[in-house]
């Protein structure tokens, strides 16, 4: 799977069936580039039509795993001057019928929203600590979804 914003990863993630059930590799540092080796983990469950975002990190990179069940609509927008796909915005459905991990930089708004029928589970590996260490700095997030004249707006 390709995107075309800078710096954006997707793999496709193969699961592997057997009689028990499958498993899935989800990310491997062999596979990835160092600076973004997970620091936390954590799962979420978004219920059909609810969206999460938009808002992008100052320095915080998202690995994000798309593995089903339900399906979402990823958003993505390539909100660094610096970039060469600056202004770049990409729009895919992953999930149960496309299962996907997607690293997203910081820099690069993301927001995502179930368009499937049933509850839908996320997985996230970001490289930084929610919070800092203890949970004692502040957040790495800038919102945009409460903002109506936001120009990252979802369809």
């Known amino acids: 799977m390709n995107c075309d914003i800078d710096g954006v990863v997707i793999r496709e993630i193969s699961k592997h069936h057997d009689d028990r059930g499958w498993l899935a590799e989800l990310f491997r540092h062999d596979e990835m580039d160092a600076d973004c080796y997970p620091a936390m983990a954590y799962v979420s469950v978004t219920r059909p039509g609810v969206a999460r975002g938009p808002h992008e990190h100052a320095e915080q990179t998202d690995l994000f795993c798309f593995l089903g069940p339900s399906t979402f609509r990823l958003y993505l927008w390539d909100n660094r001057e610096s970039s060469p796909t600056f202004g770049a915005k990409a729009v895919l459905d992953l999930g149960e019928a496309k299962h996907a991990l997607v690293i997203v930089p ?40 409460d903002d109506p004249e936001s120009p990252f707006q979802l369809d």
Do not use: C, M, S, T
Not at 128 to 135: D, H, M, Q, S, V
């Open 106 to 145: 910081p820099g690069v708004v993301h927001a995502y929203r179930n368009i499937g029928d049933i509850d839908g589970l996320i997985f996230n590996a970001p490289n930084r600590l929610y919070a800092g260490e203890g949970k004692r700095q502040p957040v790495d997030e800038i919102r945009h979804e």
